[in-house]
Each structure stands twice: as structure tokens, then as C-alpha cells.
């Protein structure tokens, strides 16, 4: 009897792996100065008469729709045997595969990767960059399936650096092989293919691996130290680190456009100077960032961000958690491992606040439908966005400092936001092991802050008004007071374009608006006497309220002349004061540790 039950369940085992499809991809490179990346996709194991095959429109953690398959050509269906098979396009991103009958095919194409960001792939003489999104196709229906990669380097390349999980048993030259457990991990683990300087240090029982692209001034002792310090923080925040091996991969390169969080690696782009002096600071900050996120919004996160639909946008009211959550740890963290005494934390938090409240945008935009509408807002900015967008980052940051100092003074100094993303954390992810809802969160904030945060979210969240800072700071010793008032306001930005003075923005309801100044316009002249950029701010910030000038523009080539009357506007300057009595110093110690 156990005996035939047992091969039942053998039979059953079989079957099932039989039941669902093989996948595997190879990935190839052997002419990288033309910047083509060769695909190729094996699919085995299919009944259907028919498969569908999908590039992602969007990359997870960036929330614009790139069109990654704009990139793609060359795109061909074979039967393992080498038969053509017909592959029809169906809409910009997915293919339709007649199968012909037969149970497996290959998709091959190539993918033109020529745009170094965090987000998008790359490919030239230096190195190899995979962003998995914009690389590798899935088969609709079969997201959940697991299968192997085969990375086959250019023979100059001989190094690959990614989260994914090398198969022990197959290493041949520099080709290397690798698993993933669904397509979400595949393209979860960017892969760094080049002859990147690579070194590793230990920290919260998790190996690290940092992989330098590019020439910089980094010194890799001092590196390892100071990363180990925020990984070490950072773990104590939510109290498990749930990676036994994390990747960092780092572009050094001019400039640097930031960085892209991932489940157990990250890729960072920054500039090749920035280890050194004030700038090294702004590296830490974006390491302590990124690494904040293998738990807040990769797995603390809310209901809507994955699994995800790559084929089209994914709206979550809750970015302002997501990312101003993460702006506000990134530097509180740097505050514990102490690279910042009390009083620079504190600062952090007046500047973002005043930041804010100058901001325009800050009135007219709630957080929540910032976040909501990131992919045709804050993703894609045109030259009125400061007047009517409000970043979920700036105003989240200050939001989660709001709320670590309601824990605060509530608990009387036992707990702070770490409890709550603690609790998130135990709860959703290990718990139930999806995102939360939007009551979850809002139920889990009540219990952790010991308020009903239903006017919270309607004054702050859903709605734009300045926030009443005293009354969440004073407690904790620290009085905020505005000491801002009526000031004289152009209110027209430019700047000097091939020794034209060009306006790029201008603020709603400014002197600039009220005499028509419009953005493109050309300032020429300021009663009459030629003005550079210079010329021009100083006489503007040296205007008093009430002063009229007459300025000469151009405007589509036409020339035209306008007086602009300065005019006052309400702007706010909050001062952060600390009045500590013996009640509220503990509470400032332990929120600012
Ligand atoms: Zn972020």
C-alpha cells in the first residue's frame, strides 16, 4: 500500500514536470563595437498550436514605458531542427508563433544596446551591460517558470558580474551558466560583462561583491569599510537580511544618472570622481539608497508592484512610501553609522522642507497622484513641471520623518518607523508573502502611531496642505517656526545658450507671468542696455517690490519689449530650532541615534 503510494506520487511528479514548458535563453556579444547583443530563446515542452512571446514595456523601479522593443530586429521562430517556423507581430511587444505542431522552438533576435543607464543595456569594446527587461523575451502564460541562462562572453570579456545564481557544473572558458527560478528573477539580476575590477567584503552574514566599470578614484579599502557600516545599520532596521550574496554594480563613468534597486543586487551609476571629499558622501548616500530597497519595495511593498504586468503601466498610489521612505532612511542610516552628527540629520530634514514648501507644485499636486501618475509626470517633465508636480521623494522623506517622530513620541521612545517596516515586512512579505493593500498599510499605521490616520492622509497625502511641522517636532525638543515672508519674485529661470539669455521656466503667478514672459523667449536687453545671464539675476535678486523694467525679447525672431513689474509673493523659510526640555532630549537621542 505505501509502496503503491509512493509511486503514485512518483508517476505524479513526472507528469507534472512534463506538464510545463523548458526555457532557456543564450546570450551572446561577438561583434560588441557594433553594440548588438545576440538572443536566443529554447522553448520546450509547449502543447499549444500556437505561442506568444513578449518583451517588457517597462522596467520595475523606473516607471516609464520605454518601448524596449523599439531595440529588437531580426526576430525569427526555428523548430529545434532548424525550421523556419511563421512568427507574425501582434501588438509592439509581443510575437505570435505558429508551432506547426511541434513541441519546442527557438526565438532568436538581436537587441541594438547602445544607451548606459541603470535601466537600459549596453554593449561596446569596454563591456557588455544587461538590463534583463530590455533583453530577454517570456512566454505569455509562463512567467512562473524557472530556467537556465547561457552567457557567452566576447572572448576580450572575462568577467561576469550579476545576482543570478551560477550553475556549479558548467563553466567552459568564459562562457558561464545561470538559473532563475521565474522570468521576474531573470530580469531582476542586470548582468556586468566586461573586465570590471571586482572585490567583495563581508557584512550582516552576506557576502557582497562590488563590481567597478570604469576608471575612478575609489579606494577599495576604505569602500569596504563604509558599505559594510550602511549594510550593517541597515539590516538592524528591519531586523533580517534575506540575501546570502548581493551584487553591486558600479558605473563609473562622466556624470552618473543614480541608481536602480534590485531583489539581491543593484546597479549604481555615478560620477568617477565622486569617492573623494564632500562628493564621497553623495556615493554613500546612493548605496545606503539603493541597498534600503532589497527590502523596501522589493519585498516591502505594496499590492500593485509584483509580480508585475510588463505590458503596460503599474499604478500604486504609494511612492511616496516606496521611495520617500527609502530618501529618508538613505540618510538617517548615515546618520547611525555616524557620517552625520545630529545637528547635519536635522539640517537634511529643514532643507527638504523647505525645498517643498517654495515648491509651487507642492500645492497643486498631492503625493498620492504624484506617485500615481509618475509615468506621464514625474518621468517625463516639460517646462511647467515645477508648477504643478510635487516629488514623492522630497515630500515622502519629510513625511516618514513625520511619522518616525508620531511612533516616537507615542511609544515614548521604545519604537520609531523601523517597527513599522518591521512589521510590514513580518507581516506581508514573510506572512503572506504578497504586498499590502491600501487599508493594510493605512490599518498597520494606526497601530503603530496610535491615531486614525484618515485626516493625515486626507491633509497630507491626498491633499496638498503645508503640514503643521510644529506640532510633530516639538515634542522630540526641535520648535519650527516660519520666518519666511512677502519677497520680491521675477519668477523667470533662464539660462545662457550660446551667449543667449533663454527662459526655461516660469513660475505661475510671478512678475515674469503677469508681463508675458513666456519660456523660449530670448532676453535681449534690460532698458535698453545688453544683458548676459549674469547681469540679468543680479538685477533681479537686487529688485525690490514694486520696481519696473522694461526687457527686450525675441520671440520667434520677432523682437518685442516688455515691462515687468516686480510683484511680492508668501514664501515660507522654516528654521528648525532645538528647545529641549528633560522630557523630549530621550526622544531626540533615540529619534536621531
Ligand atoms: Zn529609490
Known sequence: MIRFFLFSLLILALNSTALGAKISYSLKMPRPQNHYFQVEMQVEQVKQKTATVKLPVWAPGSYLVREFSRHLNQVKAYSLQGALLPITKKTKNAWEIDLKGQTAFI???E???FELSVRTSFLDETHGFVSGP???MYL???KETGGELLVQPHPSFKRISTGLTQKSDVKQGNNQTFTFDNYDQLVDCPIEIGNQYEFDFEAAGVKHTVAMYGEGNFDPERLKEDMAKIVEEETKVVGVNPNKRYVFIVHNVVGGDGGLEHCNSTVLSVDRWTYDGSNYINFLNLVAHEYFHLWNVKRIRPIELGPFNYDQEVYTNYLWVMEGFTSYYDELILRRCGFYSQEEMAKKIQIAVNYVESSVGARVQPVAHASFDAWIKA???NENSSNTTMTYYSRGMIIASILDVMIIKQSNGKECLDHLMQDLYQTYYIGKNRGFTDAEFKACLTKHTGQDMAEFFLKYIDGTEVISYSMYFLP???DVSDVGGVKPVFGANVTEEGGKVIIKSIRANSSAEDAGLSVNDEIIAC?????????????MNGAAVGDEFELTISRDKLMRKVIVKITGQKR????????HTDASLPLYNYWLR
Open 140 to 142: 505569455d502564460g509562463h
Open 527 to 539: 532698458m535698453n542696455y545688453r544683458v548676459d545671464k549674469s547681469m540679468l539675476d543680479a538685477l
Open 107 to 109: 526565438v532568436k533576435y
Open 134 to 136: 530590455s533583453m530577454f
Open 379 to 381: 518621468y517625463r517633465p
Open 476 to 478: 522630540l525638543g526641535v
Open 111 to 113: 537587441v541594438y544596446a
Open 572 to 579: 515660507s523659510t522654516f528654521i528648525f530650532t532645538n528647545r
